[in-house]
């Protein structure tokens, strides 16, 4: 009786195993399990007993055992996935299309719904996802114009520092989605530095960016700066919204005010140089102790009193000089 409270216990509190929110330090760990869930990286090591919170689609189609999803649920870039498929041109395995349309109609459930993306729906097409109007929208439309939103947000002197991004040093941000996209924007720190900016020059869908060089600009008046694009990958989406708004980036940086969304081949290798949980905020507390002896420099040690600083840096002391911040935190 004890023994088995104390496995109740275990999967209450431990969920079958220990586990913690990743970071790229974490990627690559043979011992855990990466997954995502929620826009969130976690890493996972399960005991015995454990339940796959994030499991692979052939799991849930029967075919495979006790299989976590380590790809992102992206199918199309998955090595356990291409080799299960050729497996099944070997006739060696049945495919997880002909395993689910074995059961009753009611149970076939669509795929989004086995790999946890959307709640329960039946699949109306017998898995021949290719035909389907929904797959369609689902991955094109809405999963792609949706935003999502931090977990958890740290703050560091004033300034938004959520938990489950990944950061590059010229003050943009990436998040991994479910589906194996990545989401890109500019940070609380750059947009509460240069203040609401008048335009954002996106470039179109279709277009390629290159980690750490030029991806876009914003313009302030006569102003412009130059952004460094934190990784690398073909822009599938484009937020319009924040084109024809670029208030929602200031208001909503995390959120609504999310740039692009980027297909890549490989997101791990993507993020690995990334900084992300304590890095992160390690590096958002330099920044504000850098900007800090900046302040102090052209207006006096009162500026800068260990308070929050206020937004719209650039706009309240222009003495900082437009160039001197872009080059000191865009890297540009």
Same mark, same amino acid.
């Given at each position: 009786?004890?023994?088995? @409270?104390?496995?109740?216990?275990?999967?209450?509190?431990?969920y079958?195993?220990?586990?913690?929110?990743?970071s790229k330090?974490g990627?690559?760990? @043979?011992?855990e399990?990466?997954s995502?869930?929620?826009?969130?990286?976690?890493m996972?090591k399960?005991d015995?007993?454990?339940?796959?919170?994030?499991?692979?689609?052939?799991?849930?189609?029967?075919?495979a055992?006790?299989?976590?999803?380590?790809?992102?649920?992206?199918?199309?870039?998955c090595?356990?996935d291409?080799?299960?498929?050729?497996?099944v041109?070997?006739?060696k395995?049945i495919?997880?299309?002909?395993?689910?349309?074995?059961?009753?109609d009611?149970?076939?459930?669509c795929?989004?719904?086995?790999?946890?993306?959307?709640?329960n729906r039946t699949?109306?097409?017998?898995?021949?996802?290719?035909?389907?109007?929904?797959?369609? %929208? %689902?991955?094109?439309?809405?999963?792609?114009?949706?935003k999502?939103m931090?977990f958890?947000?740290q703050?560091?002197?004033? %300034?938004d520092v959520?938990?489950?991004?990944?950061?590059h040093?010229?003050?943009?941000?990436?998040?991994?989605?479910?589906?194996?996209?990545?989401?890109?924007?500019?940070?609380?720190f750059?947009?509460?530095?240069l203040?609401?900016?008048?335009?954002?020059?996106?470039?179109?869908m279709g277009?390629e960016?290159?980690?750490?060089?030029v991806?876009?600009?914003l313009r302030r008046?006569?102003?412009?700066a130059?952004?460094?694009?934190?990784?690398g990958?073909?822009?599938?989406?484009?937020?319009?919204?924040v084109? @024809?708004?670029?208030?929602?980036?200031?208001?909503e940086?995390?959120?609504?005010?999310?740039l692009?969304l980027?297909?890549?081949?490989?997101?791990?290798s993507?993020v690995?140089?990334?900084?992300?949980?304590?890095?992160?905020?390690n590096?958002?507390?330099?920044?504000?102790n850098?900007?800090?002896?900046?302040?102090e @420099?052209?207006?006096?040690?009162?500026?800068?009193?260990?308070?929050y600083?206020q937004?719209?840096i650039?706009?309240n002391?222009?003495?900082?000089?437009?160039?001197?911040?872009?080059?000191?935190f865009?890297?540009?």
């Amino acid at each position: 009786m004890e023994e088995r @409270e104390r496995n109740d216990q275990k999967r209450l509190f431990s969920y079958g195993g220990s586990h913690r929110i990743g970071s790229k330090q974490g990627l690559g760990a @043979e011992s855990e399990i990466v997954s995502v869930f929620g826009g969130q990286i976690w890493m996972f090591k399960p005991d015995r007993q454990v339940k796959i919170d994030n499991p692979c689609i052939w799991m849930q189609a029967g075919v495979a055992k006790n299989k976590n999803c380590n790809n992102f649920y992206d199918c199309t870039t998955c090595k356990y996935d291409l080799g299960m498929q050729k497996r099944v041109a070997e006739r060696k395995h049945i495919s997880w299309q002909d395993s689910m349309r074995k059961r009753p109609d009611i149970h076939r459930t669509c795929r989004h719904s086995l790999t946890h993306r959307i709640d329960n729906r039946t699949c109306s097409f017998n898995y021949n996802c290719f035909r389907c109007d929904f797959d369609q %929208f %689902f991955e094109e439309v809405w999963n792609a114009k949706t935003k999502s939103m931090p977990f958890e947000v740290q703050n560091v002197k004033g %300034f938004d520092v959520p938990m489950d991004y990944f950061f590059h040093n010229g003050h943009t941000w990436a998040r991994i989605e479910s589906g194996g996209y990545i989401r890109i924007g500019l940070d609380d720190f750059a947009l509460k530095l240069l203040g609401k900016v008048d335009a954002l020059d996106l470039p179109l869908m279709g277009n390629e960016l290159d980690k750490d060089n030029v991806g876009w600009g914003l313009r302030r008046q006569d102003n412009h700066a130059d952004v460094l694009s934190p990784v690398g990958g073909v822009i599938v989406e484009v937020n319009s919204k924040v084109r @024809e708004n670029p208030g929602l980036a200031n208001r909503e940086p995390y959120g609504d005010g999310w740039l692009f969304l980027v297909r890549t081949p490989n997101i791990k290798s993507s993020v690995k140089k990334l900084m992300a949980d304590t890095e992160s905020l390690n590096w958002i507390n330099s920044e504000v102790n850098q900007l800090e002896g900046m302040i102090e @420099e052209v207006a006096g040690p009162l500026a800068a009193d260990g308070g929050y600083l206020q937004n719209d840096i650039y706009g309240n002391l222009k003495a900082l000089g437009w160039e001197n911040l872009t080059k000191t935190f865009l890297k540009t």
